[in-house]
């Protein structure tokens, strides 16, 4: 796996590649100080993941995991802070971050996380899960309706069972459908909310109210029982 790592910190840059020489599946190709410079290496290198620092001078984490997503959707951020307060956790996860560790995590967690982000997995600390799990069983902040005049009934359909962390193939089982159309559906899906992945996607729906409290999917693909 490739991996770039974006930190402001020469001293955390280096150690984390250190740190990440060790496991022999992962490759750091790339280091970078800033958003920007990650945004270059990420161009160049291609890799499978970013381990993303968010206040850095210059362009932030924030929005250079936005300019990624929207540049390279294939690529993952894994974002790796000092910083905790919501604020950040959840700029970064709006943002497309498909994960978010704090700085005091193991190195055998960072690599663990970084192995499962790449396969599709979400990752927080356990620092940050409960409140996300909080934000996510409150009332809905924006009424259903303003998704369904976006989405067509079958895709309602197809994102309640997405929110709920069903695969392509596993939503297909369930309405009957082709795994190639479900993921036509997805694509349609993220185009009209205007996100880049299926974490976004699942947000917008519990703001919406469109499935009450969706905790089964939070706690099976946001928080993960290494770091219990």
Known sequence: MKVVICDDQAVVREGLELLLRLERDIRVV??????????????????DLVLMDLKMPGMNGIE??????????TVKVLVLTTYDDDEWLFDALR???HGYLLKD???????????????GQTFLDPSVAGR??????????????LLT???TERELDVLRWLARGLSNAEIADRLAL??????????SILG???????????LIAVQHGLLGTVLYFFITNFYNPHYM
């Open 192 to 202: 009209k909310l205007g996100v880049s992945d299926r974490v976004q996607a699942a």
């Open 30 to 47: 790339a280091t970078a100080s800033d958003g920007a410079e990650a945004l270059a290496m990420v161009a160049v290198h291609q890799p």
């Open 178 to 187: 082709s795994e190639g159309t479900v993921r036509n559906y997805v694509s």
């Open 64 to 73: 250079a995991t936005r300019q990624i997503r929207a540049r390279h959707p």
């Open 95 to 97: 943002a497309g971050a």
């Open 132 to 145: 996300v799990l909080e934000q996510v069983s409150r009332p809905p902040t924006q009424p259903a309706t």
């Open 105 to 119: 995590t193991r190195r055998e967690d960072i690599a663990r996380a970084i192995r499962g982000t790449v396969a």
């Open 149 to 151: 005049k976006q989405l």
